[in-house]
């Protein structure tokens, strides 16, 4: 949760310094606000503690959310090594 939660923050803020630095065309000024709506809630659950992949996201959201790789948006495996007797 930490480094998604730093990976976050970095994210944020390049996202906020590109905005005030220049003007784009209105797609991908839009696309740029909406990256950053989910950022801005995914970074909020994260503070929370909780992992990304417990949060329920929309259609879009989900979009931007897959292209960041975020470690625990990622599902999880617990592999147990045991003997028949113990299982």
């Known amino acids: 949760i930490k480094k998604d939660l730093e990976q976050m923050d970095k994210r944020i803020a390049r996202i906020i310094g590109k905005n005030q ?25 994260l503070l929370r ?4 992949r417990h949060c329920e996201w929309t259609p ?18 617990y592999a147990v090594n045991t003997t028949k007797e113990e299982y």
Do not use: I
Request: glycine share 2%.
């Open 21 to 45: 630095q220049r003007r784009l065309d209105p797609v991908r000024e839009k696309e740029r606000f909406e990256l950053l709506q989910v950022l801005r809630k995914a970074r909020l659950w």
């Open 49 to 52: 503690g909780r992992c990304l």
């Open 60 to 77: 879009a959201e989900a979009s931007h959310l897959n292209k960041l790789q975020m470690w625990t948006s990622k599902p999880v495996l």
